[in-house]
């Protein structure tokens, strides 16, 4: 039986990466997606692709009952979660001066509540089968802070601190709890920014390069697998060197 590992905001960007290269580890997956589109039908058909099983669920992480949905159809089919990756994320980026209270919640509620609302909904059924990996997608931001993502960054520093404390409440029950914390990753997120933002932040980067998504996905890939069984609490940047 194939160990299964849903991954959330995964019909583009980073966390369709995650699945295809989980998919190419043997996993079956359940890919995760707010509106019925065109990425989806593709994401699911790269992923049959692999040889492996593909279920899409429905739901909006901000959402507590949609996650509990979304988990309850993946154990029906699945019968377990294996792996989570709770990779969905928006950014709203302004300076303070300028933030309304919305921007500030709805990065909160999407980014910080959302990884709540999903892990609180499957540590149960890690629980009972004394075994799992929790892989939380954090930011650099999180730890460095960054002008004009004072929302982005207190969600982002908010999942760390929610990593490594429930790193010590499951440590007993065999679930292994981390986060990985990229740098500046080539996605739709980024390609808003001007060229000579994205010009000035590679000159910063020690490697002279942006990160792919491909460069996240092979850190989870690692942080769900047997190699990693000695590492729980960890926040792994994936920024290359920029932090
Ligand atoms: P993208 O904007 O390319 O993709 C974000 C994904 O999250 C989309 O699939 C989106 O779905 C989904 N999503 C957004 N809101 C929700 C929601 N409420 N419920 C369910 N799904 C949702 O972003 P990236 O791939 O670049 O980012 C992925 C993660 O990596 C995020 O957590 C981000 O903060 C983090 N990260 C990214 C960095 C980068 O440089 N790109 C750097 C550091 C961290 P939909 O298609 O419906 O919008």
């Known amino acids: 039986m ?24 043997g996993y079956d997956i359940a890919i995760n997606y ?3 589109n065109e990425n989806l039908k593709i994401t699911k058909k790269e992923i049959e692709e692999k040889g492996v099983k593909c279920l899409t669920v429905q739901g909006d992480v901000s ?3 949609d996650c509990e949905k979304c988990i309850k159809n993946i154990i029906d089919e699945y019968g377990k979660i294996d792996v ?9 980026d302004t300076l303070l001066m300028r933030m309304k209270k919305e921007d500030f919640e709805d990065v909160i509620d999407i980014n910080l509540v959302g990884t ?40 982002k520093a908010g999942i760390i601190g929610f990593t490594k404390s429930l790193a010590k409440e499951v440590a007993s029950r065999g679930i292994l709890v981390n986060a990985v914390a990229p740098g500046f990753i080539e996605t739709d997120m980024t390609d808003i920014l ?5 010009d000035e932040i590679t ?15 092979n850190v989870v890939k690692f942080l769900a697998s047997e190699d990693s069984s000695y590492i729980t609490g960890q926040v792994i940047c994936v920024d290359g060197g920029l932090l």
Do not use: C
């Not at 194939?2 to 980073?14: D, E, H, L, P, Q």
């Not at 000159?203 to 996905?217: E, M, Q, S, Y």
């Open 116 to 155: 709540f609302n999903v892990t609180k909904n499957v540590i149960s059924h890690m629980i009972k089968s004394r075994s799992g990996r929790i892989i939380n997608i954090s930011s650099v931001v999180g730890i460095s802070g960054n002008a004009g993502q004072t929302n982005y960054s207190a969600s």
């Open 84 to 92: 989570l990756v709770n990779n969905a994320g928006i950014t709203k």
């Open 194 to 198: 001007k060229d000579e933002i994205k």
């Open 63 to 65: 959402s507590f009952e």
């Open 2 to 25: 194939n160990k299964v590992a849903f991954v959330t905001g995964s019909t583009r960007g980073i966390g369709k990466e995650i699945a295809i290269t989980l998919a190419e580890s």
């Open 203 to 217: 000159k910063n980067i020690p490697l002279k390069r942006v990160g792919t998504a491909k460069d996240v996905a």
């Open 34 to 36: 707010r509106y019925e």
